[in-house]
C-alpha cells in the first residue's frame, strides 16, 4: 500500500496516502505478519502519537484502517517494547465497504471499515467519512 509518512514538528508521525484492496501478501507461518488477517487495509500496531490522515482506503475484505496493540504472546517476547499505541489519531479518511469477506483471523473482532481493540490512551478519530466502526462509537477528538 503507498503511505506517504511525514514528520510533523511536533515529532508527530503523519501518515497520508491511499491504501486500496491489497491481499497480505505473507503466507509463510514463521512470519509474524502472516497472524495479520488478509484485506487489512491499514494498520496501526502500538505506534504511539501517530496521525492517519486523508488516506482513501476501500474494499478491503476484512477491515479498512485498524488501531490495535502488540498481541500478548509477541509482547512477552521483549519487554522493553511498549506495545499499547496511545495519543493516536486517525482523522479526514474515506474507508468504506471494507469488511465485506473477512479472513477468521480478524477474530475476536468483527469486520468494519474502522476498527480499534479498545487499548491505550488519547487514542480519537474525527471528521471520517465510513460505514461501519467497532466499537461504535469510537472516541472522538477534541
Ligand atoms: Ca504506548
Redesign the pocket.
Known amino acids: 500500500m503507498p503511505v506517504r509518512r511525514e514528520t510533523s514538528p511536533s515529532a508527530r508521525l503523519l501518515a497520508k496516502g491511499t491504501a486500496a484492496a491489497r491481499p497480505n501478501p505473507s503466507t509463510d507461518p514463521s512470519d509474524l505478519l502472516s497472524r495479520l488477517p488478509a484485506g487489512t487495509g491499514l494498520l496501526t500496531i502500538d505506534a504511539?502519537r501517530v496521525t492517519l490522515t486523508d488516506n482513501v482506503v476501500t474494499s478491503n475484505d476484512s477491515v479498512g484502517i485498524a488501531l490495535i496493540s502488540v498481541p500478548p504472546d509477541v509482547a512477552v517476547l521483549d519487554p522493553r517494547v511498549?506495545t499499547?499505541?496511545?495519543d493516536d489519531q486517525i482523522t479526514r479518511n474515506t474507508v468504506l465497504r471494507n469488511g465485506t469477506n473477512p479472513d477468521p483471523r480478524l477474530a475476536p473482532f468483527p469486520p468494519a471499515d474502522l476498527l480499534w481493540d479498545g487499548t491505550?490512551t488519547g487514542n480519537c478519530w474525527k471528521a471520517n467519512t465510513f460505514g461501519t466502526a467497532f466499537p461504535a462509537p469510537l472516541p472522538s477528538c477534541n
Open positions: 504511539d511498549d499499547i499505541p496511545d491505550g
